[in-house]
Each structure stands twice: as structure tokens, then as C-alpha cells.
């Protein structure tokens, strides 16, 4: 059975961080790319960050330079590292496994940035 399952959401105050993880099983996590999404209230889901096998990266223009994503393939987890936290980034942070037709999604945490 597939898991992924995402934890570190919480309430943070503007200019924060946090720090998401996501622990997976049931796979072999090191042939997986990765990544991380966000939905917000009344918005479609969006991309926020990815990794690849070899460690490449992307990011959305909103995250960049602000957010850094990376893997630990011998823990089977993801992280995503979030800086200068801005009121915008609130939302369900969802993870991500993808390996050609297979995808898998964790539930969700919630991070809302409020002062």
C-alpha cells in the first residue's frame, strides 16, 4: 500500500519558515521524481516546487529564491524548506510521487501565514 504523508504545516507569522516534510512507502522512492503543490481557498492546485532522480530542480516564479525542495532517498522523504513566508502562501500543501504512469498524491498540510 502507497503512502505519502506530508507533516510541518502550521500557523506562521509573515517573514517566517517552515519546514514540510513528506514520508513515503510502499514505493521505491529513489526512481520517483517529486514534488510539492499548493491549493489555496477557491484556487486551482498549482505546482510550487519538483526534483527529479538526479536532483534537478524547478520552482514557481512565486517560490523562487525563497522555497528550496530536496530529498533524502535513504529516509524515503521529501522536504520542502520555506523562507520569507508571505500571506499568499497559504494554502494545502500536497506531495507529490511520479514515475512515468504512476502518480501518487499525501492528503495535505495546512500552512497559513497570518499575523
Known amino acids: 500500500q502507497v503512502q505519502l504523508v506530508e507533516s510541518g504545516g502550521g500557523l506562521v507569522q509573515p517573514g517566517g519558515s517552515l519546514r514540510l516534510s513528506c514520508a513515503a512507502s510502499g514505493i521505491i522512492f529513489s526512481i520517483y521524481s517529486l514534488a510539492w503543490y499548493r491549493q489555496a481557498p477557491g484556487k486551482q492546485r498549482e505546482l510550487v516546487a519538483g526534483i527529479t532522480t538526479d536532483l534537478s530542480t524547478n520552482y514557481a516564479d512565486s517560490v523562487k529564491g525563497r522555497f528550496t525542495i530536496s530529498r533524502d532517498n535513504a529516509k524515503n522523504t521529501v522536504y520542502l524548506q520555506m523562507n520569507s513566508l508571505k500571506p499568499e502562501d497559504t494554502a494545502v500543501y500536497y506531495c507529490?510521487?511520479?514515475?512515468?504512469?504512476?502518480?501518487?498524491w499525501g492528503k495535505g498540510t495546512l500552512v497559513t501565514v497570518s499575523s
Open positions: 507529490n510521487a511520479l514515475f512515468k504512469t504512476l502518480t501518487y
